[in-house]
C-alpha cells in the first residue's frame, strides 16, 4: 500500500495509521492447529507456498483508466474506491468531484451520477463503497453519517442514517457488509472520560446494524487506536502516535476478522461476535530507530499544508514517547474466495507493498508484492483492483492480473 497512511497529529483530529513487519525466515511446514477451550489456535511458521511458486500479479496492468489532462471523465483525485461489476463494468467513487463514474470493462467511461450536496444521491465526503446483491452500490458518506443506495446502473435507490450513533456515541467507520445485508460498523470512541494529558489507547466498538441503520447486535468492545495529548495555553493538542497500534477489521463470510497489532495475533469472530479461531505468525515486529524517527518527522513536516499545521506536529514530535516498535501488521482485505490479506507494516522509505496470505480456515499460505503506491480496492480470484498514484501524484485506476502459480 503506497497511499500514506501514518497518522498525524491535529489539533483534537485523530486519523488513522499504517502498516510493516518483519518478513521473517522462509519455512514451508504446515501450521500447527490446537483447540482452547472451543477455540481454534492456528499457529504459523511459515509460508506453504514453494520458494519462488505461489501467486503474484502480472507485471503491467490489463485495466488503467486515467489521464493528467483531456476528458475530465477520466481524470480522478481523492479516489476513495472502485469495484467491478458481475458484467464487467467498473465504477469508480471519485471523491473530488462527489459522484460514482460506470466505465465498461475496458475503462470507456459510461454514465456518472451523485454530485457535492447533501440531498438524495448526493455526497460531501465519500469513504467508502461495497458491492451486495444483484450489483447494489452501497456508498457510505463519513461527514453525512449517510449510507446510500445505488442500483447496478447508478440510480438512486435510497438513502438512510445510522440511528443509534446518538445513542451509542463514538465515531463510525463502516467495515464491510455480511453476506445476510447487514453491517459491521466500527465506533472509534476517542477521550472516554476525563482527558489527560499523554499516551492513551481508547477502545472501539463493533456492532452490526440493518440496510435500514437500526442497531442489531452490539459484537465487542475492543482496543482502538495509540493517540498522545499535551496541553497548552491555549487548549489541547492530540493525534495520533507515529508508529502507534492501531486497531484493524475485516468480514470474511459470516464473521470478521479483529486485531490490534500488538503482536502478530488475528481473532475470527463469529457474526455474534463469539470469538472462533486465533490466527498467530511466528514473526517479530519491527524496531522503531533513530533513523525511522528522523526519516517520518523529515516526511511529516514536508507535508504540513501551511506553517501553522508543521509547528504543530514539530511541537507534538518533541514531547510525545516513541514507541520502540511498530505494529506487528497493517490494514486487511479478504477476496472473493475467502482468504485474507494482512499487509506488512513498512518502515519510512520503503515504498514496496507487501502482503501476507491467509487461507479461510488460517493457514499463511505466502507473501505477494503490490506496485509502489497502489491502494488495494478489490481482489476476485483472477485480479487486483485499485488506485495508483504515479510520480506526480496523478490518479489511475488500475487492474492487474492475480496470477496463481
Known amino acids: 500500500m503506497t497511499d500514506p497512511t501514518i497518522r498525524q497529529p491535529l489539533i483534537l483530529l485523530l486519523t488513522l495509521a499504517p502498516a510493516a513487519c518483519d518478513t521473517g525466515p522462509a519455512s514451508h511446514s504446515g501450521p500447527e492447529v490446537r483447540d482452547s477451550a472451543g477455540i481454534e489456535i492456528v499457529e504459523n511458521s511459515g509460508p506453504q507456498w514453494p520458494d519462488g511458486g505461489g501467486w503474484r ?30 458484467d464487467g463494468r467498473i465504477v469508480v467513487a ?3 468531484t462527489s459522484e460514482l463514474r460506470f466505465y465498461d470493462a475496458l475503462g470507456t467511461f459510461l454514465s456518472s451520477t451523485g454530485r457535492k450536496g447533501s440531498g438524495p444521491g448526493e455526497f460531501q465526503d465519500i469513504l467508502w463503497i461495497e458491492r451486495l446483491a444483484a450489483d447494489s452500490i452501497i456508498v457510505y458518506d463519513y461527514r453525512l ?19 443509534f450513533i446518538d445513542q451509542i456515541g463514538g465515531f463510525p ?14 465506533l472509534e470512541q476517542f477521550f472516554v472520560g476525563e482527558r489527560e494529558p499523554g499516551l492513551r489507547r481508547d477502545t472501539t466498538l463493533y456492532v452490526r446494524c440493518s440496510m435500514e441503520g437500526a442497531l442489531l447486535d452490539t459484537l465487542g468492545r475492543y482496543q482502538g487506536a495509540e493517540s498522545y495529548s499535551v496541553q497548552e495555553s491555549d487548549g489541547w493538542l492530540g493525534g495520533g502516535v507515529p508508529f502507534g497500534h492501531v486497531s484493524q477489521a475485516t468480514v470474511q463470510g459470516a464473521g470478521y476478522y479483529y486485531g490490534s497489532s500488538d503482536s502478530y495475533e488475528i481473532d475470527y469472530h463469529t457474526i455474534d461476535g463469539r470469538l472462533q479461531r ?4 511466528d514473526r517479530n515486529s519491527l524496531e522503531v530507530t533513530p533513523e525511522d524517527i528522523e526519516l517520518f518527522t523529515q516526511q511529516s513536516l514536508a507535508r504540513a499544508r501551511d506553517e501553522r499545521r508543521r509547528q504543530i506536529r514539530q511541537r507534538m514530535y518533541a514531547r510525545m514517547p516513541w514507541p520502540d516498535v511498530m505494529p506487528a501488521y497493517g ?30 480456515h488460517g493457514t499463511m499460505l505466502g507473501i505477494v508484492g503490490t506496485p509502489p503506491r497502489f491502494r488495494i480496492f478489490q481482489i476476485g480470484s483472477d485480479f487486483m483492483l485499485g488506485r495508483w498514484r504515479d510520480e506526480l501524484g496523478v490518479e489511475h485506476v488500475q487492474m492487474y492480473e492475480l496470477l496463481k502459480g
Do not use: C, M
Request: no cysteine.
Open 94 to 96: 471519485n471523491g473530488g
Open 145 to 163: 453519517r449517510r449510507i446510500s443506495v445505488f442500483d447496478s446502473l447508478g440510480r438512486f435507490v435510497r438513502a438512510f442514517d445510522l440511528h
Open 278 to 281: 486465533i490466527i498467530r505468525l
Open 331 to 360: 490494514e486487511f482485505k479478504t477476496d472473493a474466495e475467502d482468504n485474507l490479506w494482512v499487509s506488512e507494516y513498512l518502515r519510512p522509505g520503503d515504498e514496496q507493498p507487501r502482503w501476507t496470505v491467509f487461507d479461510p
Open 173 to 186: 467507520t463502516l467495515v464491510a457488509p455480511f453476506p445476510d445485508g447487514s453491517l459491521l460498523v466500527a
Open 57 to 86: 500479479l502480472a507485471e503491467s496492468p490489463t485495466l488503467d483508466i486515467g489521464v493528467v489532462d483531456g476528458d475530465d471523465a477520466y481524470q480522478f483525485f481523492q479516489v476513495a474506491g472502485a469495484l467491478e461489476l458481475s
